[in-house]
């Protein structure tokens, strides 16, 4: 995974340095911490882990098997407007797959991809309790239920502008 | 104790052993892929992840890894039913619908645990071969080391090897799924990472996912070059080593057969490392006076513990970890790092040739030395002091490609200058080696006494960490040795927090010291062969006229015609190093 190379600011590192120091810099705590780290920053670029890494003593590349191994963790930004299609049981058997393909379509990007202007980021999530509504859309905190292929662009237009 | 039946034998073990141990106690050999049991290490790689070791145990639904399922009171095991027999031949055919077809011209072949297992359990098809997806990633070839993660089946052992043993933390797993492969930090080059090329981890890959670089087509053109004297050396672990690629037993030496397959191989001179080595404690062992003696004499600035430098998976270790502390080991080179540049000066004047026509060829335990011979402080005008490193097992395969058989050779001499060595430069290759032939030769220079008993047996053994002590004539001079890059770590951690007590440390990448080197025969774990391969080494030293490296006549005469002093100018050329802060560095803004 080859990711664009960023530069962490002194106060981002004194930040994840303070998370790491909350988790008591326990090697067990990886995962936590690297969960508070992604709401801090959005993502987790190579950068951060390195930080990390130093200062819960756990090796980088065990750092990063975590973050590769666990679809919530992301190493790439995520866009102004997250979209996520719920890819779980009853939502894919009512045409998510179709759902993701017209998103995919319409944006120009794969799954796990953020729009080049960095306005859209497309991934699938695992049911959000809402069956009901299958299949469901989430982008950022709203929630669209039944959505059809054809809706897509009338979504995408809500954040036009 | 717990009673249990196993294929309607009856075992008792005591409680928390694994079906598979409690099998083997009946002498059922349960079949098993990823698990690994490096006893002498107390460390057991169980990730219960490929499920060729299932066996049926009545009254559970489905079928249970042996490996990692713990035996209990009364219970009925089956290892070979017809369901058993099945889930692991289908178990077996998914690995290698993701595995490359290619056995035939494969570096593993012959020696993969994959090709055994597909032997033994009679898979003869693979289903849906042809259709079948596989995964696929990027050759990495470093220095030393080709990681080939198209042929990982993710054992995990090299990750177990890389962490828990040596605790480089290089390698890990990665990915998800179908990805999932071992793999380095953002996947990486191995070379940027800090891997320290110790090679354990291809001592311990069971397909040919981790291999060392194969420098034995540019060994065989140079031999073949009549415009080329071609010099090859010897390190002291090979030969204790080099006779079980043949079918001897562990510990046999094979010293003198080896001579004569190298002069049949065509090698122009053969000469021993074990020289080197013995310059290596004149250079190393006066190091360690003078800073022994300015301490002594109330110097502040001087720096004790002194490290030995011989390793070079160490150094790596050291330059990526610990680079806050790289001014405490000793500058002398490596023997392979000092035989070079002496055979391209000191033996090429002899000659008279030039050192662009020269070749040096090592035979190393060990795949870092592959990298330390490219280091490009050890080049001059971008020529190699030593041009080509082999391992134990390319050796083996070069003799057996020129059609010699080791065991029916007879044996020959090194050639001298540079074949002559002492007792003390054969014991490097055990740990606690080099520091007991330093300490030989110190205690004479020191107290200007001879040192009646020369087996300094406290230093000897196979824990990881030990500690001894020599009496200098009234000084006692606390010396370290850790072997494992993890025993290495809590030394050095013991060194940065002020701990320690010692006035010096040998340490050694491999567990044993370089008879357990990452380029030696498989040793699969069995701490015995450690252990005889050791005992080798110090019979061969016991048996030698002369046993302090200050004493070989061959040393003696390098520095009264060409080198001057140890440790004097032409020895800090020639002999010395420098090493370097090779720690990640982290690029951040104000």
């Known amino acids: 995974m080859s990711e664009t190379k960023i530069k962490l600011k002194e106060k981002d590192v004194a930040k994840i340095v303070e998370i790491c120091g909350f988790f008591g810099n326990e090697p067990g705590e990886l995962i936590n911490v690297l969960h508070k780290c992604q709401g801090e920053f959005g993502y987790l670029p190579a950068e951060v882990q390195e930080v990390v890494s130093d200062n819960l003593n756990v090796a980088l590349a065990k750092v990063y098997g975590v973050v590769t191994f666990y679809s919530f963790f992301t190493m790439k930004p995520k866009g102004k407007h997250p979209i996520s299609i719920c890819t779980g049981t009853a939502c894919y058997v009512r045409g998510a797959e179709n759902v993701m393909e017209e998103f995919e379509k319409e944006l120009g990007i794969k799954q796990g991809e953020t729009t080049a202007d960095g306005k859209f980021s497309l991934s699938s999530l695992r049911c959000v309790g809402a069956c009901g509504l299958a299949p469901v859309v989430l982008v950022g905190e709203k929630t669209y239920g039944r959505v059809a292929a054809d809706g897509v662009k009338e979504i995408l237009a809500e954040y036009e502008a | ?590």
């Not at chain 2, 290619?102 to 009679?122: F, I, P, V, Y």
């Not at chain 2, 087509?217 to 030969?239: E, G, N, Y």
């Not at chain 2, 004499?297 to 002194?306: E, Q, R, Y």
């Not at chain 2, 270790?317 to 035989?339: G, L």
Request: hydrophobic fraction near 35%; glycine fraction near 8%.
């Open chain 2, 1 to 590: 104790m717990i009673k249990l039946t196993i294929d309607n034998k009856v075992v008792e073990v005591e409680k928390g052993t694994t079906i598979f141990h409690a099998a083997k106690k009946l002498n059922i050999e349960i079949p098993i892929l990823c698990y690994m049991n490096l006893e002498h290490l107390d460390i057991e790689n169980k990730p219960g992840g490929c499920r060729i070791c299932v066996v049926e145990v009545e009254g559970r639904r489905n079928l249970a890894p042996s490996c990692s399922t713990k035996a209990d009171d009364g219970m009925v095991v089956r290892t070979n039913t017809m369901r058993v027999i099945n889930a692991r031949r289908t178990v077996m055919e998914f690995i290698l619908s993701d595995h490359p077809k290619e056995c035939l011209t494969c570096s593993k072949s012959g020696h993969c645990d994959l090709q055994d297992m597909a032997q033994k359990l009679g898979v003869r098809e693979i289903p849906n071969e042809t259709t079948c997806e596989m995964s696929s990633y990027r050759l990495d070839t470093s220095p030393s080391i080709i990681r080939n993660l198209d042929k990982c089946i993710m054992c995990r052992r090299c990750e177990t090897m890389c962490n828990e043993v040596q605790t480089v933390g290089a390698l890990s797993a990665i990915n998800r799924g179908f990805e999932a492969a071992v793999g380095t930090a953002f996947e990486m080059n191995l070379e940027a990472s800090t891997c320290t090329y110790c090679g354990q981890c291809v001592a311990v890959c069971p397909t040919a996912a981790l291999t060392e670089v194969d420098h034995t087509p540019q060994v065989i053109r140079a031999i073949a070059d009549p415009t080329k004297t071609v010099v090859v050396q010897t390190a002291p672990a090979v030969r204790a080593a080099l006779g079980e690629e043949f079918g001897m037993d562990a510990g046999t030496l094979v010293t003198g057969e080896m001579v004569t397959a190298l002069r049949g191989l065509g090698f122009d001179h053969v000469f021993d490392t074990d020289f080197a080595a013995d310059l290596t404690i004149m250079e190393e062992g006066t190091e360690l006076l003078g800073r022994l003696n300015a301490h002594l004499a109330g110097d502040k600035d001087v720096k004790l513990p002194i490290l030995t430098s011989c390793c070079p998976g160490w150094v790596n270790f050291f330059e990526t970890q610990f680079p806050d502390m790289k001014d405490i080991p000793s500058t002398a080179r490596s023997p392979q790092q000092m035989f070079g540049p002496i055979a391209k000066t000191y033996f090429a004047n002899k000659l008279g040739i030039k050192r662009e026509d020269m070749v040096v060829v090592s035979i190393m335990p060990c795949l870092a030395k592959k990298y330390e011979a490219q280091r490009d402080e050890f080049k001059v005008d971008g020529n190699p002091d030593v041009d080509f490193s082999i391992s134990t097992r390319e050796l083996a395969h070069l003799i057996k490609q020129a059609n010699m058989d080791l065991t029916t050779l007879e044996k020959s001499e090194f050639d001298q200058p540079m074949g002559e060595s002492t007792g003390a430069g054969v014991i490097f290759g055990a740990t606690g080696g080099v520091i007991e032939a330093a300490a030989r030769t110190a205690y004479e220079v020191h107290t200007g006494k001879t040192l009646e008993k020369v087996d300094l047996k406290q230093l000897r053994g196979m824990e990881g960490i030990r500690a001894g002590s020599v009496d200098f004539d009234g000084l006692e001079v606390k010396i370290g040795i850790a072997h494992g890059l993890g025993n290495a770590r809590k030394l050095l951690n013991d060194i940065r927090e002020g701990k320690s007590h010692f006035h010096a440390i040998e340490i050694m990448a491999c567990p044993g010291g370089c008879i357990g080197g990452g380029g030696q025969p498989l040793h699969h774990g069995d701490s015995e062969i450690l252990q005889k391969r050791a005992a080798a080494l110090y019979r061969e030293d016991a048996g030698k006229p002369i046993r302090k490296s200050h004493e070989n006549p061959a040393i003696k005469e390098l520095y009264e015609t060409f080198l001057g002093e140890p440790c004097g100018e032409l020895s800090h050329e020639l002999l010395h190093t420098h090493y370097f802060d090779r720690k990640r560095k982290r690029d951040i803004e104000d």
